[in-house]
């Protein structure tokens, strides 16, 4: 099968195999993965850069096998930026994302999915984001996740937090509050426990946050438990491995009432960019405090 180039940020990633088909519906191949990661680097780094990276690769594409890798193989180019975790028993060396090469390179390697860190590498105890996964149970459907996720907006916004909402790609929606990275991933896990509980215990038809499946029954799952240390969530614009290669899409909450999980997929992403901008562009610019919302948890507890 070859080889092929290309090329950014001043880098040359070499793709072996560019023409292996890894989502056989489409016929999309590694080299058009490897293009759209360079392709959509432009509006993806911003939300991802500095953030280690846990790694969802399929060497044969979405029929294949499937493994998350963390640590980082022996023959990565030296260029790629990796840091030292903590891990029960020793050291774990990751990839930290730098930029749009880092994701290429990282496509090249069949990994589709990049999953990354709630903290940047340099303040990896203090998470910037807190997430809440919603996800479809039994025969719950999109109807019942545009529900929940306007619940959850509700909340945090009277909580004085700013929500973000995103379509993964998958079968439900991340809702995501920007934070002033100045906590631990306890404090935060926490805080999103009790909110997630609270809204359960509001609208018990709907929601639940049963960690066992059997016990969900047909309600949204309130998934809060990303929200620990060096727990992971899909990037932001990442490709999914799923048929028809899905992306992970922030959207406007507008949006939400007319977009499924997978509307916007590899091929017609940059249809979209090129009529409207990054929906979170202003993610980082509107942090907040969670004392407001723990203010209200303690004294509504009272």
């Given at each position: 099968m070859g080889t092929a180039l290309i090329q950014i940020e001043g880098r040359e990633i070499e793709i072996s195999r560019p023409d292996k088909v890894l989502f056989p519906d489409g016929v999309i191949t590694k080299l058009e993965l490897c293009e759209y990661y360079a392709r959509v680097s432009e509006v993806m780094v911003p939300h991802v850069v500095g953030r280690?990276?846990?790694?969802?690769?399929?060497?044969?594409?979405?029929?294949?096998?499937?493994?998350?890798q963390k640590s980082v193989p022996d023959y990565f180019p030296r260029w790629i930026r990796t840091?030292?975790?903590d891990k029960e028993g020793g050291m774990l060396r990751q990839v930290v994302i730098a930029g749009g090469a880092t994701l290429a390179y990282l496509a090249s390697q069949a990994c589709l999915t990049p999953h990354c860190w709630l903290s940047r590498a340099d303040a990896r105890d203090r998470p910037d984001r807190m997430t809440f996964d919603l996800d479809p149970s039994g025969a719950a459907g999109f109807d019942q996740v545009r529900r929940a996720a306007h619940l959850v907006r509700e909340l945090l916004e009277s909580l004085e937090l700013m929500p973000f909402v995103m379509t993964t790609g998958s079968r439900g929606v991340h809702v995501v509050a920007p934070l002033e990275p100045r906590t631990d991933f306890d404090r935060v896990r926490g805080?999103?426990?009790?909110?997630?509980a609270r809204l359960a215990d509001r609208e018990p038809k709907l929601l639940t946050v049963e960690h066992r499946k059997a016990e969900r029954?047909?309600?949204?799952?309130?998934d809060y438990l990303r929200n620990g240390y060096a727990q992971t969530t899909v990037a932001p614009y990442a490709v999914?491995?799923?048929p028809?290669?899905?992306?992970?899409?922030?959207?406007d909450w507008d949006e939400l009432r007319r977009v499924g999980p997978t509307s916007?997929?590899?091929r017609n992403l940059f249809r979209?960019?090129?009529q409207k901008d990054d929906p979170w562009l202003d993610f980082d610019r509107r942090p907040g405090s969670l004392r407001t919302a723990e203010d209200w948890l303690d004294a509504s507890r009272a």
């Open positions: 280690i990276v846990s790694m969802e690769r399929l060497p044969d594409g979405i029929e294949g096998e499937r493994f998350f840091v030292e975790v805080v999103a426990r009790r909110l997630a029954g047909d309600r949204v799952f309130i999914r491995a799923r028809g290669a899905p992306v992970a899409t922030p959207i916007y997929h590899l979209r960019l090129g």
